[in-house]
Every structure is written in C-alpha cells, then in structure tokens.
C-alpha cells in the first residue's frame, strides 16, 4: 500500500468515533442529491457507496429504496456507525464484477486520491457501473494537493486534493461519464457535486 493510502487509513482508523458522532448529520446538499439520485433509478437499485466511511450515507441511501453496499480502506471506520453490511476494499480496485452496480456514490472520498492516480479510479468506477448507470461524486473544490492535518485532530494528517469542474469534467469524459450537472455547497469548505451517466 502506498504512503498516502497507508497514512490517510490510519488517521481514520484513529478518528473514527470522533468522525462518526461529528457527521452523523447529514448536510442538506447531500440529503438533496440522494433523493434526486432515488427519482432517477428504479425502487432496488444496486448502488455502491465508495469511501463510506461509518456508513452514514449507505443507510440514507438504503433508506430511499437502493441495495447500497459501503466500501472503504478504514476498518474502525466501517465499524463505527454501528451499519451492517460494509465491506474493507480500496476503491482503487473493487472488489465487484464489471457493471454490477446501477449507481456509483464517492461523496468526500476521491479528494484522497493523488491527482496523479484520479483517472485509474473513474476508470474503475466505470467498469463496475452498467452503461446508462449513475455516478454522483463529490469533492473540495480548489486547486492543489498535499497533506492536510485533520481540524479536530491536528495530530494526525491525511492526503487531500481539491479539483475545478472544468479538468474534472474532462477526465470524466476520458473515463466513459457524461457529466449531466454539477452542485455547490459550503460546510468548513468549499463543495464541488457532479452528477454523471456512464455512456454505452
């Protein structure tokens, strides 16, 4: 496992408890985009929740209809949010067949990515999204990357890299997306939201 992936593991195997009491609400942006995402596919729909941290998002999801799976690097992480079902894998190489699922989710998780390996992920969230399928994915809107220490642990730091729509929107096109719209939020960040249908 590379450094970036080792260290940011292990600063969320470290805050876990802390990040799970601290998102447990979900900001309305995100509720919003789950419900449009729910208008847009079928009542069961397989859906993967990349980077899902305690699961928050997997159970919002569940809870609108979808067969959500949660994926992520961080054991205590999955562990956390008391949700059944969530699997330990790196979304750099997923464990699913190509197209098994209806709907990629990555909300707040593909920013810890270096920029250098972000085209190799999209790819892979292409191969397990069926032609016609849905991406949603989220990011810090902004130019850069480097190591970010964490605001209520500034003991610990994890990898961060923040991206404009408009590159964005091209390596999404390089990896079979056609990006449908894009969203804006603010929390203590800046919030980049594209919307994307995986071509046939």
Do not use: K, N
Request: net charge neutral; charged share 25%.
């Amino acid at each position: 496992m590379t450094d970036f992936a080792a260290t940011t593991r292990e600063t969320y195997d470290a805050i876990a408890a802390a990040y799970a009491r601290r998102w447990r609400s979900t900001p309305a942006a995100v509720t919003a985009e789950a419900d449009r995402l729910a208008g847009l596919l079928p009542a069961g729909a397989v859906l993967a929740d990349i980077g899902c941290g305690p699961g928050h998002h997997t159970r919002l999801l569940r809870e609108r209809g979808f067969r959500a799976t949660g994926f992520d690097l961080s054991r205590e992480m999955l562990a956390a949010g008391g949700v059944p079902g969530l699997v330990q894998a790196d979304m750099r190489a997923l464990p699913l067949a190509p197209s098994a699922v209806d709907a990629v989710w990555c909300v707040a998780a593909l920013l810890h990515i270096p920029r250098p390996e972000v085209p190799g992920v999209l790819a892979e969230f292409a191969r397990v999204v069926r032609p016609g399928g849905r991406l949603v994915l989220s990011l810090a809107e902004g130019d850069g990357e480097d190591w970010e220490a964490v605001p209520y642990a500034p003991e610990l730091r994890r990898w961060y890299v923040r991206h404009r729509l408009a590159p964005l929107t091209g390596l999404l096109a390089d990896a079979g997306f056609e990006v449908t719209g894009d969203t804006r939020w603010t929390t203590h960040r800046d919030w980049l939201m594209l919307h994307a249908r995986r071509r046939h």
